[in-house]
């Protein structure tokens, strides 16, 4: 079963329990797999998949900053049971250290001494860690261990 299918019987299960914010938050990322699928005309893999769950987190995230600086914390309970709702869906995070320690892996590989030579560790960084770690978290951590 794939991911996607895997999604589509949560939903239904949530229809079923009469869950309706778990229902809603799953349709919304069901609408961007479909949005996606128009757009590039292209059947979606679970690759595909978690690049657009990561990128619903990222808005959500971003969305629930700004009500929560606008004095929203109603709109923004809501996006952060979105966050919660879509996270299972996503491989399990390193952990700071495992993040560390994959990207002096990289460094070492890709023989990076300063910041300059921050972009070539970023661009294999972001290829093999993707999945597993948000880019602004690569990128600081990069910054930290070039300096």
Same mark, same amino acid.
């Given at each position: 079963?794939?991911?996607?299918?895997?999604?589509?019987?949560?939903?239904?299960?949530?229809?079923?329990?009469?869950?309706?914010?778990?229902?809603?938050?799953?349709?919304?990322?069901?609408?961007?797999?479909?949005?996606?699928?128009v757009?590039?005309?292209?059947?979606?893999?679970?690759?595909?998949?978690?690049?657009?769950?990561?990128?619903?987190?990222?808005?959500?995230?971003?969305?629930?900053?700004?009500?929560?600086?606008?004095?929203?914390?109603?709109?923004?309970?809501?996006?952060?049971?979105?966050?919660?709702?879509?996270?299972?869906?996503?491989?399990?995070?390193?952990?700071?250290?495992?993040?560390?320690?994959?990207?002096?892996?990289?460094?070492?590989?890709?023989?990076?001494?300063?910041? &300059?030579?921050? =972009? %070539?560790?970023?661009?294999?960084?972001? *290829? @093999? !860690?993707? /999945? &597993?770690?948000? =880019? %602004?978290?690569?990128?600081?951590c990069? *910054? @930290? !261990?070039? /300096?």
């Amino acid at each position: 079963m794939t991911l996607r299918e895997t999604i589509n019987q949560h939903v239904k299960d949530a229809m079923k329990a009469k869950d309706t914010k778990t229902r809603d938050a799953l349709r919304l990322l069901t609408s961007a797999f479909k949005q996606v699928e128009v757009d590039e005309r292209k059947e979606l893999n679970d690759e595909d998949v978690i690049k657009i769950i990561q990128t619903q987190v990222k808005k959500r995230n971003d969305s629930a900053s700004q009500y929560r600086d606008a004095g929203r914390d109603d709109l923004m309970q809501i996006e952060l049971y979105e966050i919660a709702t879509y996270m299972p869906y996503l491989p399990a995070q390193l952990s700071d250290d495992e993040l560390s320690s994959a990207l002096k892996d990289i460094i070492t590989k890709v023989g990076a001494s300063t910041i &300059k030579d921050m =972009g %070539k560790v970023m661009g294999i960084a972001s *290829k @093999e !860690l993707s /999945a &597993k770690a948000d =880019g %602004k978290r690569i990128n600081e951590c990069v *910054k @930290e !261990l070039l /300096a």
